[in-house]
């Protein structure tokens, strides 16, 4: 049964930092796209960065605007997203991807999620 499980989530002022873990059991991930969405109360879930098999990053660059950076232990079949310069606007719930399909364009698999919540 693969799972994905997501830590790192809790409480931060604004200008903080904090650091999502996402890790992969039953399966690696190692030739397939992971990443992040976050889905803030009221509001649709967002596309936050992706990686892919050759450890290239793309980002929801008008969110995160260059304060978030997405890394992977391909081996582990982890996935991180540390989060600089964090914003009150960044709190939402934060849920890893994982497999991307794309003949449905959706992820096959998804996390938990865990809560970010940032104070001003």
């Known amino acids: 049964q693969v799972q994905l499980v997501e830590s790192g989530g809790g409480l931060v002022q604004a200008g903080g930092s904090l650091r999502l873990s996402c890790a992969a059991s039953?399966?690696?991930?190692?030739?397939?796209?992971m990443a992040w969405f976050r889905q803030a109360p009221g509001k649709d879930r967002e596309f936050v960065g992706r990686?892919?098999?050759?450890?290239?990053?793309?980002y929801n660059t008008d969110s995160v605007k260059g304060r978030f950076t997405i890394s992977r232990d391909y081996a582990k079949g982890t996935v991180y997203l540390q989060m600089n310069s964090l914003e009150p606007e960044d709190s939402a719930v934060y849920y890893c991807?994982?497999?991307?399909?794309?003949?449905?364009?959706?992820?096959?698999?998804w996390g938990q999620g865990t809560q970010v919540t940032v104070s001003s």
């Open positions: 991807a994982a497999a991307y399909n794309s003949y449905t364009n959706k992820y096959q698999y």
């Open positions: 990686m892919g098999w050759s450890g290239v990053a793309t």
């Open positions: 039953g399966r690696t991930f190692r030739r397939e796209s």
